[in-house]
């Protein structure tokens, strides 16, 4: 089982910057690979960013070059860097465990419960 705690969302400027955390625990943290979704109001869950357990990273054309994915094992914490916001980035945004294989990014069902971006003047 693996517990996911996201953190950092908040309201900013466009243009502005935030820092999403989310702390992990429980089975071994390192072997999973990590991603970010997003959900805005009436829409569906999408993939942001993702990382491996060897920390190859991976983003949706729409955040390319605006946020970074990182992690930090020794913490069990995955950071989100987001710059250059947009008020279309507004969103819960989510952490989740999963695998990658072939190219893609598997999520399994372990999710934290969101942080809220609100990007608005």
């Known amino acids: 089982q693996v517990q996911l705690v996201e953190s950092g969302g908040g309201l900013v400027q466009p243009g502005g910057s935030l820092r999403l955390s989310c702390a992990g625990s429980?089975?071994?943290?390192?072997?999973?690979?990590m991603a970010w979704y997003r959900q805005a109001p009436g829409k569906q869950r999408d993939l942001v960013a993702y990382?491996?357990?060897?920390?190859?990273?991976n983003y949706a054309n729409s955040v390319k070059g605006r946020f970074t994915i990182s992690r930090d094992s020794a913490k069990n914490t995955v950071y989100l860097s987001l710059n250059a916001l947009k008020p279309e980035d507004t969103a819960v945004y989510y952490c989740?465990?999963?695998?990658?294989?072939?190219?893609?990014?598997?999520?399994?069902?372990?999710w934290g419960q969101g942080t809220q971006v609100t990007v608005s003047s």
């Open positions: 990382i491996t357990s060897g920390s190859s990273t």
């Open positions: 989740n465990a999963g695998s990658y294989a072939s190219g893609f990014y598997r999520p399994d069902n372990y």
């Open positions: 429980g089975k071994i943290f390192s072997g999973y690979s």
